[in-house]
């Protein structure tokens, strides 16, 4: 997409404005609907549905409930964008009228934000197919939330088996807790690895009244609760980003009986593979000294429960793109930000294709809170994050803005047509 072009991106979007009320209604769907990871049949039925609409080569079930749709174009470059479909396990607590209708379910993270926009900007870039050349795939991944989605749909021969061309280029979104209307980038490593471990503390259960015959796994486990900060605290260099988190225990059922067992799940985040290693050595450590120091009858058991690698963005074509985004949205929408503790498994299907990857964040909250919050130094404690039972974006200008970063993303990146 060239300066001398302007208009280009928006002939593509024109149609927008009257097919917003339609995506609004899709998203409000969704978001009543939420399904777990490898659980998405109906939100996989109907985007498969709407692609077909469209025009698209659709195939269905690829890993388990994943959804491709291929619309070639002419010559010239493959352009994967990528929207994650899975819900949370989460209570919904915000005050919408299309909350979430299933409980312990919620839409918590803005993936139903994701499959909105994808679909919306596939609806503009087929009706707008003579004003580009290429290949277009957009590709709706099952169980992100469990880091093993784009994993499960590769080993289901995403590429292998020609399911989709393999792409010269992939694009993805997430949208986030900052003013709507607003696109956020990070060069480089934007988002961090994360493994997520089960570990199984064991003792030798028997009655409260009686800890003297026991080995008490609850103590055990809290011992290691404790001392598992210090591996930030005190083996972690200030300049490393490490985060380690326990944010599940499980032991026993009832006040007077020691169990025998203590089961935890521990979220560890890092950048770099030398700290990452060294992080996880020393949780393993730690676990197995205050195991020795409880007396245990065994050791401990640690299962990897999943893992995501580091997010990384290509600089060429993150400054490419972000050159399209200033030029359509104005450079006051489109700022730097942070490398994110959180992390992402989209970046497995560049790896894969061995294509670069640009994955930016699209603000969804209220600007004017937002901007209050911020002017107060209360983000923290009035703008609910990602995960939270309140993260329910705003409607516009999310949707909109989401659609646009998508399509405009896109065509900067596919061949133009001569004489356009």
Not at 56 to 73: A, E, Q
Not at 280 to 299: Q, T
Not at 381 to 394: A, E, K, R
């Amino acid at each position: 997409m060239s300066d001398s072009d302007n208009s280009f991106p928006a002939s593509v979007l024109e149609p927008l404005d009257a097919r917003l009320a339609d995506l609004v209604a899709l998203y409000e769907d969704l978001h009543r609907h939420p399904e777990l990871a490898f659980q998405e049949t109906r939100t996989a039925a109907e985007v498969a549905r709407r692609l077909t609409v469209h025009g698209y080569d659709v195939t269905t079930g690829i890993g388990g409930t994943g959804v491709t749709g291929v619309l070639r174009n002419g010559p010239s470059p493959v352009v994967l964008l990528r929207a994650d479909m899975d819900a949370l396990p989460v209570n919904e607590s915000a005050d919408v009228p299309y909350a979430s209708t299933v409980p312990g379910r919620m839409h918590a993270c803005g993936h139903d934000v994701h499959v909105t926009c994808l679909l919306g900007a596939a609806d503009l870039l087929a009706a707008g197919r003579d004003r580009w050349s290429g290949t277009l795939v957009v590709l709706f991944q099952p169980a992100e939330e469990a880091g093993s989605g784009a994993r499960a749909m590769l080993d289901d021969g995403l590429y292998s088996r020609g399911l989709v061309p393999t792409p010269d280029v992939v694009l993805a979104q997430h949208v986030a807790p900052f003013g709507a209307g607003l696109i956020a980038y990070c060069p480089g490593a934007c988002m961090a690895a994360a493994d997520s471990l089960e570990i199984t503390f064991h003792g030798s259960g028997g009655h409260g009244s009686r800890p003297e015959t026991t080995v008490d796994p609850v103590l055990m486990a809290s011992a290691f609760v404790q001392r598992v900060q210090s591996v930030v605290a005190r083996e972690t260099a200030a300049k490393d980003q490490v985060v380690v988190t326990v944010g599940s225990f499980h032991a026993g059922s009832s006040a007077n009986v020691i169990p025998d067992r203590a089961v935890l799940r521990v979220s560890v985040r890092s950048f770099d593979p030398n700290v990452r290693t060294a992080v996880l050595a020393a949780i393993d450590r730690i676990a197995r000294a205050e195991a020795a120091a409880s007396g245990a009858p065994r050791e401990p058991e640690t299962k990897v429960l999943d893992a995501f690698p580091v997010t990384v963005n290509d600089a060429a074509v993150l400054e490419g793109v972000n050159g399209d985004f200033r030029r359509f949205f104005g450079a006051e929408r489109v700022f730097r930000y942070e490398p994110a503790t959180g992390s992402e498994d989209a970046g497995l299907l560049a790896t894969a294709a061995r294509a670069p990857l640009y994955y930016w964040w699209l603000g969804g909250w209220d600007p004017e809170e937002f901007r209050t919050a911020l002017a107060a130094g209360r983000l923290a404690q009035d703008i609910p994050s990602n995960h939270s039972p309140h993260f329910v974006p705003v409607v516009r200008p999310t949707l909109t803005t989401g659609v646009q970063a998508m399509t405009v993303g896109a065509l900067s990146r596919l061949g133009g047509v001569e004489g356009r």
